[in-house]
T-cell receptor, first 112, second 110 residues
Framework: DAGITQSPRHKVTETGTPVTLRCHQT?????MYWYRQDPGHGLRLIHYSYGVKDTDKGEVSDGYSVSRSKTEDFLLTLESATSSQTSVYFC???????????FGEGSWLTVV | RKEVEQDPGPFNVPEGATVAFNCTYS??????FFWYRQDCRKEPKLLMSVYSSGNEDGRFTAQLNRASQYISLLIRDSKLSDSATYLCVVNRAAGNKLTFGGGTRVLVKP
């Protein structure tokens, strides 16, 4: 398996506070992704990155921003957390050939 | 219409039986197809890629039907450990992004 880790793994935060989730990969993959997974919706793409400082929006990007200052790190920020952002967040990285995507173990976020 | 659709199940399967399910996709320009497996509260993991000619990996067989725009997964001799959610993944033609179906839940029972 690819070396991809997420932190924190679990977090409870209050509505209106900013939250940053970190994804770190050691495979030098150019492509990285942030998904959220909710019952009835499956995995939905929030933001993705094609390389350092090269990011774009996915289908559910409102309320989220990302940054990628190094190949290995992809940060997801909830600018002002809302209860609708309670979810499990998965980071992923993809081989340059596009054949395989590897996931981190997930970050469980609860906004109260 | 969702870009990638799956029957959510659950498919209740007796141990040792065969189960098969499909995934339909709407973008005819889709180029790559995969099946991922996800266990409860775990991350998705690649089960197998799906090739045009069909491919087999042990008890698992994947097929691609481009004309009807669906892929299928067949599990033979089901084991209790096969209980999981199976995600269909499609690589769209534009960019290198992957689109996930909602998953099909399989429950193998003794």
């Amino acid at each position: 398996d690819a070396g991809i880790t997420q932190s924190p793994r679990h977090k409870v935060t209050e509505t209106g506070t900013p939250v940053t989730l970190r994804c770190h990969q050691t495979e030098n993959h150019r492509y990285m992704y942030w998904y959220r997974q909710d019952p009835g919706h499956g995995l939905r793409l929030i933001h993705y990155s094609y390389g350092v400082k090269d990011t774009d929006k996915g289908e559910v990007s409102d309320g989220y921003s990302v940054s990628r200052s190094k190949t290995e790190d992809f940060l997801l920020t909830l600018e002002s957390a809302t209860s609708s952002q309670t979810s499990v967040y998965f980071c992923a990285s993809q081989t340059d050939s596009g054949n395989t995507i590897y996931f981190g173990e997930g970050s469980w976020l609860t906004v109260v | 219409r969702k870009e990638v659709e799956q029957d959510p199940g659950p498919f209740n399967v007796p141990e040792g039986a065969t189960v098969a399910f499909n995934c339909t996709y709407s973008n005819s320009a889709s180029q790559s197809f995969f099946w991922y497996r996800q266990d409860c509260r775990k991350e998705p993991k690649l089960l197998m890629s799906v090739y045009s000619s069909g491919n087999e990996d042990g008890r698992f067989t994947a097929q691609l039907n481009r004309a009807s725009q669906y892929i299928s997964l067949l599990i033979r001799d089901s084991k209790l450990s096969d209980s999981a959610t199976y995600l269909c993944v499609v690589n769209r033609a534009a960019g290198n992004k992957l689109t996930f179906g909602g998953g099909t839940r399989v429950l193998v029972k003794p």
